[in-house]
């Protein structure tokens, strides 16, 4: 979908917003001056401003009133305070867009009432165009808004509309992922030194591997334990790697990692802080 005539503000241009940012502009979805960004971090949004050309808003306030799509990408703790602070600027013809984790649409349609709300939770890949996005309808958007957040999020990436109930799970699950994903990442590097590859070399090799085998999975279709038994030839190698990482309890750390994520996401989405 064109996106050729709207412009599109973002509340907070930290780790996740400038990551959404870069990868619409990378995709070409949008232009650079499209895009009206505030922060409160002004140095880094001017040095934004200068680098590619995107305009950097005095405040919140001056982001809310340009965007006719405005995604909100605080911190959660500090969503209630830009929430008080765009009410006045915010009306129906807009599309607001939360990534906040633990935001749920009702809050955000407490501030703005009647006010199209996406709540989204997109992952940092999202930089480099392959991004993994669920996200979930409030109470006044229409699948009009929603082809429109399945426009921007699918330019960087992949996007699927889940339940809202579903929302802290995906949390936990892709939001969080990328993170457990490096320190896998990080270890299987280290492991390779310790055989004895250089480590730029082991680097390469273990970020390619785990590349290529999500791929296999994407593009295939096939069951990832189907994929896992075609490397395994018997009495080889691969089945005395897969039976120390059974040992180490991999799969159920995964697991544990996911469901720990899950629960605080749900208690985030309580109001605990
Ligand atoms: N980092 C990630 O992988 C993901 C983060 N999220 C969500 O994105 C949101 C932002 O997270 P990050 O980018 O990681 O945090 P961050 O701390 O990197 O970025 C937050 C930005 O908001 C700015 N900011 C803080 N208070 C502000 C205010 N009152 N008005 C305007 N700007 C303000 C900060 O200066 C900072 O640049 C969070 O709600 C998080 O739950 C969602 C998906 C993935
Ligand atoms: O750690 C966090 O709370 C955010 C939400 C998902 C990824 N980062």
Not at 133 to 153: D, P, Q, R, S
Not at 223 to 251: F, S, W
């Amino acid at each position: 979908m064109a996106l050729t005539d709207k412009r599109i503000g973002f509340i907070g241009a930290g780790a996740m917003g400038s990551a959404l940012i870069n990868g619409l502009l990378k995709a070409g979805l949008v232009t650079p001056d499209q895009i009206y960004a505030a922060d409160i971090h002004r140095e880094r949004l001017l040095a934004w401003q200068e680098k590619m050309g995107i305009h950097a808003c005095a405040d919140n306030g001056e982001a809310a009133a340009a965007a006719d799509i405005l995604v909100l990408a605080v911190k959660p703790q500090a969503m209630e305070e830009v929430l008080e602070e765009i009410r006045e600027r915010v009306n129906g013809d807009k599309l607001i867009i939360s990534i906040a984790a633990g935001i749920t649409t009702t809050l955000i349609e407490t501030f703005l009432p009647g006010v199209p709300v996406i709540r989204a939770m997109p992952n940092t890949p999202c930089l480099v165009g392959a991004g993994a996005t669920a996200m979930c309808l409030g109470k006044y958007a229409t699948t009009a808004h929603e082809t429109m957040a399945a426009a921007i999020f699918g330019a960087v990436g992949t996007a699927v509309t889940v339940k809202e109930n579903l929302m802290d799970a995906v949390t936990g699950l892709s939001g969080s992922g990328p993170a457990y994903v490096y320190i896998m990442l990080e270890a299987l590097a280290d492991a390779g030194v310790r055989v004895g590859i250089q480590r730029d070399i082991a680097m390469t090799l273990a970020a390619q591997t785990m590349l290529g085998a999500a791929k296999m999975v994407l593009e295939t279709g096939e069951h990832p334990g189907r994929l896992k038994d075609m490397v395994t030839t018997p009495g080889g190698t691969t089945t005395a790697g897969i039976y120390a990482l059974e040992e180490g309890g991999l799969r159920v750390t995964l697991m544990n990692a996911v469901m720990a994520a899950t629960r605080r996401a749900q208690e985030m989405s309580a109001g605990q802080k």
